[in-house]
């Protein structure tokens, strides 16, 4: 009786089991649901965005997809931001570091965790596969410059400072240093990928080492200290040498050129403003909704900035690199400089059909109104160039307004040099631009000081 009673609590138990297996199987299943879950949240969640795109580039995603890259797109831990020839993106991460990606150029977000409380915590873990970055640090290494590596196929780069470039190609890697120090090592057993911060033994690379770079050769286990170049313009298709290397061209000459040709002439400071010829000028209102936008590389004038970031509210300039393929600088002021596709037909520099007088439409443009050190951006609601090509005369207006309001009017009138560059000054005013060796673009930066302030900014124009 006993043993018959024991098999029926027996069966009765396994039936209970039985029943409880779909509920049980739902449990489990709730369970690893919420284990996946925060993983899941932890990768979606954004680290970074798109704050700057000029050309052409994507972003793969973990899962293996793909998408466009737009200004304001979000960058998180596991994609890989790739460039066209002509394409160039930077970046802004929760930590306010920045990073520029090139043309042809390859990073992958690896790691990336900001602990504002405990900063020491943070981590950050970049790879560059092929191409040039910049990376400018942000809060998450300002404490502990350990929590930081960014890595290529041949060498890990910790850092001690804050700014500095690295190119990677099937020669080897480079990198120079704008601000700080970093410290570049070879890639081996005794210093692995999955590693934070500076391998040990590795090579201190700083600014006051004036004129070097690190180089880490394809097959070689060492860091070498050579002469330094241009990265980003090496990057960006420059002639390279018989045995490889790639000649230095440093942009302070480049700038320092379009500075010196924006400086007006003896005898422009002599005739000055033609004040007279600048007010005969009817302005049109301007047509284009937006003028602040981004240059177009396939225009014989472009606007190429010197400085990794763009002035604020800045859209119409490109990276020096960029700006420079086929190009050289006209003038320039301390920001940007204005590029003119080079010279292919020898002799005259202008032909000679180009006759009469023609007027030009503005394309683009930025503009701010300074008032003391507050900067805001200004809009241009009428404008008008005219050129002269018999006579080798130009004269330009724009009707101009600040953001609070404020009221200013830019009427300048001057002579063409030979080469197609024009500057003028007076008082108040300033001028300085140059016209596409066909005639059918121009270009100039300007200066309008007011009672209130100063206007100021840059314009591409069309005919």
């Known amino acids: ?9 027996m069966t009765m138990s396994f039936r209970t089991s039985l029943n409880a297996l779909p509920l049980a ?5 709730l369970m690893a649901a919420s284990v996946s879950a925060p993983v899941f949240a932890r990768d979606a969640v954004e680290v970074g965005h798109v704050s700057l795109l000029i050309g052409q580039a994507r972003v793969f995603r973990p899962d293996g997809s793909y998408q466009t890259l737009q200004r304001g797109s979000q960058v998180h831990v596991g994609d890989r931001i790739e460039t066209s020839a002509n394409g160039h993106v930077h970046m802004r991460f929760v930590d306010n570091a920045a990073v520029s990606v090139r043309p042809q150029s390859s990073l992958e977000v690896q790691a990336y965790h900001y602990n504002a409380a405990r900063p020491e915590l943070s981590e950050v873990r970049l790879r560059v596969e092929k191409g040039v970055t910049r990376s400018i640090s942000g809060a998450a290494t300002e404490v502990d410059k350990s929590r930081f590596r960014l890595n290529t196929p041949l060498a890990a780069i910790g850092v ?3 700014d500095f470039i690295v190119q990677t190609d099937a020669t080897g890697v480079r990198a120079t240093v704008s601000d700080g120090a970093i410290v570049v090592g070879a ?35 060492g860091t070498r200290l050579v002469p330094a170049v241009d990265l980003s313009v090496a990057q960006a298709g420059s002639r390279r040498e018989a045995d ?9 000459q480049v700038r320092a050129s379009g500075l010196a040709a924006a400086k007006p002439t003896s005898l422009e400071v002599e005739r000055g403003n033609d004040t007279a010829a600048a007010e005969l000028l009817t ?5 284009v909704p937006n003028l602040n936008r981004s240059s177009d590389l396939g225009d014989q004038l472009i606007w190429g900035r010197w400085g990794v970031m763009p002035e604020e509210g800045d859209k119409l300039s490109m990276p020096f690199a960029l700006a420079r393929l086929g190009r050289h600088v006209t003038v320039a002021d301390e920001a940007a400089g204005l590029f003119r596709a080079d010279q ?15 007027e030009f439409s503005l394309n683009r443009a930025t503009a701010v109104f300074e008032q003391g050190n507050v900067v805001q951006p200004a809009l241009i609601s009428a404008s008008n160039l005219t050129v002269d090509f018999t006579r080798r005369t130009f004269a330009t207006g724009l009707d101009l307004t600040s953001a609070s309001g404020l009221k200013g009017e830019l009427r300048v009138a001057g002579g063409i040099r030979p080469d197609g560059i024009f500057t003028v000054a007076d008082s ?8 596409s060796l066909d005639g059918k673009e121009a270009g100039y930066l300007f200066e309008r000081q007011t009672e209130g302030g100063l206007f100021r900014g840059r314009t591409l124009w069309g005919r």
Do not use: H, K, W, Y
């Open 1 to 9: 009786m006993i043993a018959l009673r024991a098999l029926q609590e």
């Open 244 to 252: 490889g290397s790639v000649p230095a061209l440093q942009m302070a």
């Open 428 to 435: 108040n005013q300033f001028v300085s631009g140059a016209l």
């Open 283 to 287: 302005l049109a209102a301007v047509r």
């Open 344 to 358: 292919t037909v020898p002799g005259q520099l202008f032909p000679a059909s180009l006759q009469g007088t023609v």
């Open 187 to 221: 890639l081996g057993d005794g210093c692995l990928a999955a590693g934070l911060g500076p391998c040990a033994g590795a090579q201190v690379l700083s600014t006051d080492m004036s004129g070097l770079m690190a180089e880490i050769r394809q097959g070689e286990t």
């Open 25 to 29: 199987a739902a449990l489990l299943g």
């Open 160 to 162: 001690r400072g804050t």
